[in-house]
């Protein structure tokens, strides 16, 4: 049984508020403060009090304004974030899609970086040599998978990403932007895909900016708004229409 549950989580960053502006202005102030630390901080609440529960089979899109703190939530889902206060648990494998070509080495070619990705994952030589090709045509780069990465375009590394992501077939999928790097044939194939991890009894956690994917793609929705969640539930058609009129004013 796979689940994402957050008990009452809240995020707070840390900001400097008197900051130095030259070498000698600092080495002056860590004198007259006798060594001590004199930067002041104001305290930045990014997410507060976040409560939800996600289990088997949910596909989550997450919604709101820029700033929000969409993105954030993915962080502390994936454990890149620890929180303030409150509790994360999680239970099951995640894999994401987060940073572009994240784990990926940019100056091995797509095809080293598939071999060496898969054997991180557990795969041994001969599971990957079977599933090589179909990673290749699915991320449809051409030539380039014998390219090093780092001539890559951000969406043919976004694709070989999210076709080794599907690879590992993972219980939890965490994406930053629903197939940001993919053009209509892409979008269609890795629909079909995450179609199967649902069906596979997976997790699939998602931010996304289309609402008409939002709309037919999606089971739940979570909306930030004002870094802190005002709807989470199943009537995804209601709360996109309350999102884009308060997003008119």
Known sequence: ?????????????NKPTNKKNTIKEGIIKFILNFGKNYYKYDTHDVLRDINFKIIDGDRVVIIGQNGAGKSTLLRLITGIYKPTSGEVKI????????EVGAGMNPELTGRENIILSGLISGFNSKELRAREQEIIDFADIGDFIDVPMKYYSTGMCYRLSFSLALLVRPDILVVDELFAGGDLNFIEKSTKRVEELKNDSSIFISVTHDLNYAKTFFNKIIYIKNNKIVYF??????CLLKYQNESLH
């Open 233 to 238: 539930g199943d009537d995804i058609a209601g």
């Open 91 to 98: 239970e099951g494998s995640i894999t994401s899609l987060i």
């Open 1 to 13: 049984m796979s689940t994402v549950n957050f008990d009452n989580v809240s995020l707070k960053f």
